[in-house]
Each structure stands twice: as C-alpha cells, then as structure tokens.
C-alpha cells in the first residue's frame, strides 16, 4: 500500500513562502509526492524537484498560462489522474497545498489509518495561521478547526469508480465530487498547519485576489475572502502550542507540618504537555491558632518559593469555635460549611476572572503524587478539549481513602475507612447499579467511575463555572452524616446542571486528617515521591485509554461510534485483549500509538465479536503494583500471587483465623 502526496501548485518559488517545507513535511508521511505545476512563472517545478528528486514528480502542462480563477476543476482532475496513477489500485492519495502542513500524527500511525477496512477516507481539522505560525483564527467563517475535512482518501473507493468533478473556476473541491465519502477523523491532535495568512502582506494578496473573482464567488465565498482584512480577529494558540491555564485554590488552616508537605506536592506536579499552574491559597485561621503566624510566613516564602504565580488573599477570620477535632473525628457546624462554601465560591470567581482552562480545588491536607493532577487532565478528555474549545470536560475527582474515625489501640469498634467519593447523598456508597463492595473495589483497582459525590481533589473546567456550578446552597438534602456539607450541595447542583463528576481512582493521594497521624507525613510524602516510570513492565500497573476509531454495527443495523475506554491494571493480567496488553507492554509513557485490533468471537461487546477494528492507544501512566495509600491498611495481599483479600468482605471471627496465613499490604 502506497500514501502519495498529490499537490496543486502556482508561482511557490519564492523565499518567503512555505512550498519547500510542506513537500518535505509530506514526504514525511508519504511515499512520495506528485506536483501539478499550474502554469508557474517562476521556478515552482524546479524548487519542488530538487527537493527529493527520486520521491518528488513534478508534472507542468499549461506553460505559463495556468488555470486559476477560471477553471480550477481541470487541474484538479488531472492531479488526482496523476496521483491515482502513482498509488495504485490499493494506494491513498494525500492532498495538500503548498502552504500546509500536517501535524499531530507519526508515519506509522497514519499508514496504520490507512490500512482500514471500514472507511475510504479521513478528515482533520485545518488551523488557518494568523501572524505567527502557532496561532490561528477561529472567528466568524474560519471554523476549519471546528469542521475536519477529507484530505486522505483511498484512491479507488470501489473498483469501478469514475472521478467527475464540478465545473467551477475556484473551489471546485479537491476530491471528485462523485467521491463516495465515508470518512472517519485522524485521531488525537492530527491537523493541518495552513500558513497563507501568517504574514499581513499575503493575506493582503489573497483578498486582492479573491476580491477579483467576484463574479464566481458565492455571497458566503465574498464575505469570507472580505474578512481576510478584518483588523481585530480572534487568535488562539493551535492545540500543540496551547498553554493549559490552572488555578490550585485551597483554603488553609493548617499547621506548618502539613503546609510544609501541602507545597512540597504541589511544586512536584509533572505534565506532559504545556501547563501553567497557579496558586490562589485563602488563609482561613482563628487569631486563637497558636500556629497562625508561623503558617502565615510559611504562605509568605511560597511566593518565593513555588513554581507558577502565587496569590494569597486576606485572612478570612475563622471564629476558632465552630470546627474543630473532636475525639473520633472532626466536628463541623453550619456556619463553618457555610464560610467554607464562600470562600470556594470566592476561588471561583477568581478562575472565571482570569480565564483560566481549569480550577483544581484541593483541601490543605490532601497530598497527591507528582501525577495527579496530569492524571485528571487524562480523564477529563483534555486533549478533546485542546483541540476543539467548545468540548466541555467532565468535572473530575482524584480519589483518596480516608479513616474517618480514628481508632484508639484498645477500641473494639472497626469502622473501615472510606473513598471520598459517593453514589447517593449525603454519603451512600451503594446505588445507581452499584453495591458498596462492588464501587469500593472498582475504586481500589484504581477505576475511573461516574459519581454523584466528590469533593477536596477535584478538577473543574471553566465551562462548567462559567453555567453557574458553584457551592450556593440548593435545597435541603437527605439527612446524613454532612448533609450540610458544601461539597454535596456542589454535587447536586451539577447534577441539575446536567454536569458529569467522575472519580479519578489512579493517583496516589494521601490525606492527613487526623493529627494523631501527623507524624507520618514524612513517610507518606517519601511514598508518593517514587511514582513516575517512564514504561512499564510486566507486574506493574499501567493507565491508558483505548479509542476504538473505527464504527460498529449493533443488531438493528445501527451504525455508531463507541466511547473511549479507560483501563487500569496490573500488566500482565490486565481485563484487555492480550494484543492490547502486548503493545502497552512496548510504549514508552506518554505515547499513543494506532494498531489493528482482532476482537474473538467470545469478546464481551457483540458489536465488535469477530470483527477487527483500529484502535490509537495511549499510555498515561505506570508505576510499581500496590495499593493506594490508606486503604491498603485494609488489605491482605498474598506474597506469592499479589492476589488481595479485602478484610471488609469478611467477619472479624474470619480475618482473625487468616491473618497468619496473609501478608499486609506494603
């Protein structure tokens, strides 16, 4: 199977313009690239041949008189006559015009498209390029980044395919128009660099000569070509280029222990693409707290100290006498949740203030492991976003595991800790089609599960803030155990705000409730700091995503587009087919990477039973087997096997006659 670059080209010789580049950037992709020379006064054929002789054919018809702005259709016909001719009966064609450039996507992943059964065509996105080569416009008609089009497809979609084009002087389109298109669109950030309108002076020459043609140009093709002048466009950076903006707000009154590992966690966050992130932090102390002023200079050298911009607030004076630790566990009152929920509200505002992607609302004693924060990205779908703005993420939770109660060497009771994270309010952990086993071992085997509750590590996109999720009371709740809580009357008001809330369980987070535990912070702080592999290998655990690119039929005949699929496990012994676990097994973190998927007949979905699709695999992340932090207290983990026993699955009298034979998770 051949991939031929197939491009039309006109007076392209000159320094300032983009046609060498977007040959060579082709022929990274392709085989080779066929050049129409239109008519070109220059030396447009000359340039293109040097370039690669061998993998470059240049073909020059019409000396000098060239086709454009009065009928376009006829070279386009005789280019794909060409490039038809290169590719073969089983080839794809390419086409591309000498100022474009396509991004996003390696060789082996495009031939890897292009090996589908399904489809005979792909789109991607186009950024039209404004000023500099990195942003783009996305005002008023410039919505090829919003709208892919079909630029690679198959060069005989069926065996007797006759090619007939529109007989229009301009845009006549660059495929035949009796091209039977059934397109998929390239996966991840693949997408054209459209350089014509970079530099003022030829955008200047596009409309002068678009403007001209007036007579055989549509009233939406006039006012387009008009807006080419337009002095104020809107210019965003293109996806790869993109700076993800993130605002960390967080209320504080906490000692300096836990403010002291607060930012140690915060400063080693990691990211794979371009992330500013931010801190707002809001002082919320008693003048009575004997650390008030040692936690307040330690914010002070945060300014300093912390990577990204710092901001803290006024203290927001704290009575001293409506919260506090109780004997078994913290106690709150009604007007602590209320000065809670104003203060986050505050935090809001400050995020929609300076627009920033996401605000990562995070309590002061909740410690994350250098990944965490990259983690809700992925399971936000942030790379959906980065490439179409109008997508809104998911509202997501990292997961952590807390004993709520504390237990006294001589207490009897067992009260099993517990996710912060729930089904029903004000704190149910059963419902919706789960049992409490069931969602606290989806949570252990560190799953991304729909909620109803979440709250203390959560990412919130600004499209959510921006449709009014805030912590504003909303109506009284069920009766519970924190049903004043502020987090829950957030949860309920995405709920009508048709808002989804996803709990993220892959991070490690540790939280230091109880400060009878203060004096392990050092060794949970040391724990968290060893996540970051850059491959996994067989026993570890692994995060990814598989994105089935390809459509499936169900039983009605129906044809649709599955979800992507979030998976977590062991390498190894993994619920995925052994060719998927196979190519994890060979990533480096951070890649994706398209193959061929051959489904068994006894595969759990139907629509996919027999049938071989491609799939793009990403690899999030990996890192040594084990259990998150707390809950794998809770745990007994064989030796020999890694098989776990959940001890709230069991009687005392039980875990008492096993406990010799099991080993405590590490």
């Not at 990259?374 to 004993?403: C, I, K, M």
């Not at 809950?631 to 875990?655: C, H, N, P, W, Y």
Request: proline share 7%; charged share 25%; aromatic share 10%.
């Amino acid at each position: 199977m051949k991939i031929i670059g197939a491009l039309l080209a006109r007076d392209e010789a000159s320094p300032d313009r983009y046609l060498e580049r977007s040959i060579r950037a082709a022929l990274d992709l392709c085989d080779s690239v066929v050049v129409l020379d239109d008519g070109s006064t220059d030396e447009t054929g000359k340039l293109a041949h040097d370039i690669d002789p061998k993998r470059v054919k240049v073909v020059a018809e019409t000396d000098g008189a060239g086709f454009w702005g009065t009928d376009e259709s006829t070279p386009r016909a005789r280019l794909w006559e060409l490039a038809v001719r290169e590719a073969g009966d089983d080839g794809w064609i390419l086409i591309f015009d000498a100022d474009m450039q396509l991004l996003g996507i390696s060789r082996d992943d495009l031939r890897s498209c292009c090996s589908t059964k399904v489809y005979n065509s792909w789109a991607m996105p186009l950024y039209d390029c404004w000023n500099d080569e990195n942003l783009h416009r996305v005002d008023g008609y410039w919505i090829g980044w919003a709208n892919p089009r079909v630029w690679l497809a198959r060069a005989k979609p069926t065996p007797d395919f006759v090619p007939e084009w529109d007989d229009k002087a301009i845009h006549c389109g660059h495929l035949p128009h009796s091209y039977p298109i059934f397109a998929g669109v390239l996966p991840g950030l693949a997408a054209w660099r459209h350089m014509s309108y970079i530099k003022p002076e030829h955008r200047l020459d596009k409309a002068k000569q678009y403007m001209s043609l007036d007579k055989t140009l549509s009233e939406q093709e006039m006012a387009h070509a008009a807006s080419i002048t337009d002095l104020e466009p809107t210019l965003v950076p293109i996806p790869p280029e993109k700076v993800t903006r993130i605002l960390c707000g967080i209320p504080i009154r906490k000692p300096p222990v836990v403010l002291n590992a607060l930012m140690q966690t915060l400063a080693w966050q990691r990211f794979r693409d371009k992330v500013q992130l931010d801190f707002l932090f809001v002082p919320n102390f008693a003048e009575s707290d004997p650390f008030y002023r040692d936690s307040m200079a330690l914010l002070e050298d945060a300014k300093r100290d912390m990577p990204g911009n710092v901001t803290i607030s006024t203290n927001i004076t704290n009575p001293g006498n409506d919260y506090g630790d109780g004997a078994i566990s913290r106690q709150w009152s009604k007007p602590a949740f209320e000065r809670l929920a104003h203060i986050k509200n505050g935090i809001i505002q400050e995020a929609l203030r300076g627009d920033y992607d996401y605000l990562f609302l995070l309590d002061a004693d909740v410690f994350c492991d250098p990944f965490t924060v990259q983690s809700l990205l992925d399971s936000a779908n942030h790379e959906r976003y980065l490439a179409n703005p109008r997508f809104v993420p998911p509202v997501v939770a990292g997961v952590y595991w807390t004993d709520w109660q504390w237990h006294y060497p001589d207490s009897t009771d067992r009260v099993h800790c517990g996710p912060q994270v729930w089904l029903r309010h004000p704190y149910k952990l059963d419902g919706r089609g789960w049992s409490e086993t069931d969602f606290r071992n989806a949570l252990v085997h560190r799953d991304r599960v729909q909620v109803w509750g979440l709250g203390a590590c959560t990412l919130i996109p600004r499209g959510s803030l921006a449709r009014g999720l805030s912590f504003d009371y909303v109506a009284e709740l069920p009766p519970g155990p924190m049903s004043e809580g502020e987090d829950r009357h957030f949860c309920e008001r995405a709920s009508r705000l048709h808002i989804s809330l996803f709990a993220d369980a892959w991070p490690d987070i540790y939280h230091a409730y109880h400060a009878q535990e203060y004096d392990k912070i050092p060794e949970m702080i040391a724990r968290l700091s060893r996540n970051g592999q850059k491959s996994a290998h067989f026993g570890d655990l692994v995060s990814a995503r598989i994105e089935v690119l390809e459509p499936v039929t169900d039983q009605f005949g129906r044809v649709f587009n599955l979800e992507p699929e979030w998976v977590r496990g062991r390498l190894g012994s993994m619920d995925v087919l052994p060719q998927i676990e196979e190519a994890l097994g060979q990533m480096s973190v951070g890649d994706s990477r398209v193959i061929r998927v051959h489904y068994p007949s006894n595969y759990i979905l139907p629509q996919l039973s027999l049938q071989t699709r491609l799939i793009r695999l990403s690899l999030f992340d990996a890192k040594p087997f084990g259990l998150p932090p707390t809950i794998d207290r809770e745990f007994f983990v064989g030796g020999a096997s890694g098989r776990k026993i959940d001890t709230t699955t069991m009687t005392q009298e039980q875990l008492e006659e096993i406990t010799d034979d099991g080993n405590p998770a590490d």
